[in-house]
């Protein structure tokens, strides 16, 4: 590749990324429905045409962004630091990441669209949750598999135990943040989910 096709290429990929900066904001400002081509085209500061010649229309630019994002904070988040380490640490520090994540308003924003529009436009559920469940499940999954072949767990489809562990991350925390219901969300009611979670998890699997 010689210095002219790169220098086109970061060019090509600032735009497109600059379009999809302004549709996250024109996205979580107003929503799906809410949030026009129009808008999105002012705020990103290009014109239509050049909007339209990276996305075709709106929901492939929502599911481009919807990709782009929730990957990111899956490789982010989703991280086994220090696999060596004892299994109820490795798994307080990743649930801990997780329940944040999860709680976060703008993952809470994400969710709510993605569910709103995921009936109409079933591609876009698809790309979320590969970008996000599926990246989780199988990197956590990846992990308890060795931990089963070293002895540390109790044999068991480890694919299943790792959307265990997710959903027992979530208990509590997810559900009334997401139909935006009044509760204590403190750093603590936090920390005692994520390591009662735990704790029952391996409980049920360890050897």
């Known amino acids: 590749m010689d210095q002219t ?33 129009n808008d999105i085209v002012r705020d990103a500061g290009v014109s239509k045409g050049t909007v339209y010649a990276y996305f075709p229309s709106k929901e492939k630019l929502f599911e481009a962004l919807i990709y782009q994002d929730r990957r990111r904070q899956a490789e982010q988040v989703i991280v086994i630091d ?86 027992l991350i979530k208990v509590g925390l997810v559900t009334p943040k997401l139909f935006a219901q009044p509760d204590d969300f403190s750093a603590v009611k936090v920390e005692m989910v994520v390591a009662s979670g735990v704790a029952m998890f391996l409980k049920a699997l360890r050897n």
């Open 5 to 37: 096709t790169a220098t086109n290429d970061n060019l090509e990929s600032a735009k497109r990324q600059q379009i999809l900066d302004g549709a996250r904001r024109m996205f979580l400002a107003h929503g799906f429905d809410g949030a026009s081509m």
């Open 82 to 167: 220090r696999p060596e380490r004892p299994i109820d640490q490795v798994l307080y520090d990743l649930g801990l990441r997780m329940a944040q994540l999860f709680t976060s308003e703008e993952s809470l924003a994400q969710v709510r669209m993605v569910i709103a529009v995921a009936g109409k436009f079933p591609e876009i559920g698809r790309s979320f949750y590969e970008a996000g469940p599926a990246f989780a499940i199988a990197r956590i999954s990846a992990y308890l598999k060795t931990k089963m072949e070293d002895g540390t767990l109790q044999t068991a489809d480890h694919r299943h135990a790792a959307m265990q562990f997710i959903e």
